[in-house]
């Protein structure tokens, strides 16, 4: 009996240390969040201040976050797995700092975009390393709910910003606005001191009794920590040291071609059009523009609601239910967006049904592609050389999301919302068709299991009906 209930302590002790890591970490999320998010309600009090009128140079403040992002996103994959997860995330902090600072105290556009493109470099290394960081951190059976925490964090930290945006506006201040973020990135970098490495990393290292003491605190007395050990060094074993040609090589390339295409898919089906430009878009159908950031934030709320009920389902139903009628949902909506367009979309019942439709197409993607597709970054690649191939994933996921931002505003000048839209609808039925093929199934598999799946048989996940190397 009293062996039971120093067991249970113990497992719970081990449940709360994951928790906490994962929780402090995915305060990197709450900034990429915020970070991307701000920029919409921002944009036209910077605009005010430094005298920008023409599209390109508004443009350039929202994108030149966007590219440096992609950077930090490919510096990450490297740092990753030279300094280790843990201290990557710390560095990812004080580059939050630095570049929250230069932005909002930038006496001159050009300090402005500079402060900015250092901001992006730290979401894209936070985009990048804090799902990694967590996800090997955790154990199977809780991996696609706490990874997905990070997602949580996105839709709060968006939320977030859509809140300030909304209570700002008219007389908002930008510079309070961009570095208020300081305060999380603060936070990150102290937290994130007092927390383990991870120990997937440490043991690459072959610093096994460093990696066995992090395991004791993050396993419960009923997990077999030595057959974890044990599977990551076989793995780690098979294989010396990567270098990039191996990227390319026949074992990681079918798991880099899921990586990058579900990175490009989670873009080019439109999600960020709506983050960026909801309340531009709202506003034109004549709703006034305070109405337009409410309901802006009514859109950021459904993406946080549905974003929890995903990671409720993660681990229970799995990965790819959830990505194919999420995919299917935003079909759904984006056809729904494209009829209210036909006609344009003039006034308040209009531009309610608009914002329903949009609401169910967030939703959708909440339950989704959103997590899914960062959980699976998290997930797909083998050890040695899931830092650079995570990497690479997640700066196609950037680069996309630039191309789509810049062009979404001409787009829809040149060819109206109806057909923007039903392009963006016919772009995800192609995606869906992809993914019923492609990707694999990753609940309660380690790992290493997953890594063994796809690189033995060349099928991707075992349980799933499906292949990764499709
Ligand atoms: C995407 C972001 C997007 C956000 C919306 C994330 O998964 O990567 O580009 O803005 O979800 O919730």
């Not at 974890?228 to 098979?238: V, W």
């Not at 990039?244 to 990058?260: F, N, Y």
């Not at 592609?369 to 690479?392: D, H, N």
């Amino acid at each position: 009996m009293a062996t039971a209930t120093a067991e249970q302590t113990t497992a719970k002790g081990a449940h709360r240390t994951v928790t906490k890591a994962a929780a402090l970490a995915a305060l990197g999320g709450l900034l990429f969040g915020y970070d991307t998010g701000v920029i919409g309600g921002v944009l036209p009090n910077i605009a005010d201040e430094f005298s920008l009128d023409s599209p390109f140079s508004k443009g350039l403040v929202v994108a030149v976050l966007l590219a440096g992002a992609a950077v930090g996103a490919l510096v990450a994959g490297r740092l990753a797995d030279l300094l280790g997860r843990r201290r990557l995330v710390l560095l990812t902090s004080a580059t939050f700092v630095v570049g929250i600072a230069v932005a909002s105290l930038a006496p001159a556009l050009a300090l402005l975009l500079i402060g900015r493109f250092v901001i992006g470099m730290g979401v894209g290394a936070a985009s990048f390393g804090v799902p990694l960081y967590i996800g090997e951190l955790a154990p199977p059976s809780r991996r696609g709910g706490l990874v997905s925490f990070n997602q949580l964090c996105i839709t709060a930290g968006i939320l977030v910003s859509q809140l300030v945006a909304y209570a700002l506006a008219g007389h908002g201040d930008w510079r309070i606005s961009t570095g208020l973020a300081v305060l999380p990135a603060i936070v990150l970098g102290l937290g994130v001191l007092g927390e383990p490495e991870s120990p997937a990393w440490l043991l690459r290292q072959g610093r096994e009794d460093e990696a066995r003491a992090v395991f004791d605190r993050i396993r419960g007395p009923e997990d077999d920590i030595d057959g974890e050990i044990r599977d990551i060094q076989d793995l780690a074993q098979q294989e010396r040291k990567a270098d990039v040609s191996e990227l390319l090589g026949p074992k990681v390339r079918p798991a880099l071609v899921v990586g990058v295409a579900l990175a490009v898919i989670q873009q080019i089906t439109g999600v960020n059009t709506v983050i960026y430009f909801a309340p531009t878009v709202l506003e034109q159908a004549g709703i006034g523009s305070k109405a337009a950031l409410l309901a802006f934030v009514v859109v950021g709320l459904v993406n946080v609601i549905m974003t929890i009920v995903a990671i409720r389902l993660l681990d229970r139903v799995g990965r790819r239910p959830l990505l194919l009628w999420g995919s299917t949902g935003m079909v759904v909506g984006l056809a729904a967006l494209g009829l209210l367009f036909v006609g344009g979309v003039n006034g308040t019942t209009e531009a309610v049904l608009a914002t329903a439709a949009l609401c169910f197409y967030i939703g959708s993607f909440a339950i989704g592609l959103g997590p899914v597709f960062w959980l699976l970054v998290s997930e797909l690649f083998p050890l040695r050389v899931r830092g650079q191939a995570a990497s690479v994933a997640t700066m196609a996921n950037w680069v996309a999301n630039l191309a789509v931002a810049v062009s979404y505003l001409s787009i829809i000048s040149a060819i109206g919302g109806a057909a923007t839209f039903w392009s963006y609808g016919a772009i995800t039925v192609l995606s869906i068709l992809y993914m019923v093929r492609a990707v694999p199934e990753t609940r309660g598999r380690t790992l290493s299991e997953i890594e063994r799946d796809l690189r033995g048989s060349g099928t991707g996940g075992g349980a799933a009906p499906a292949t990764a190397t499709a």
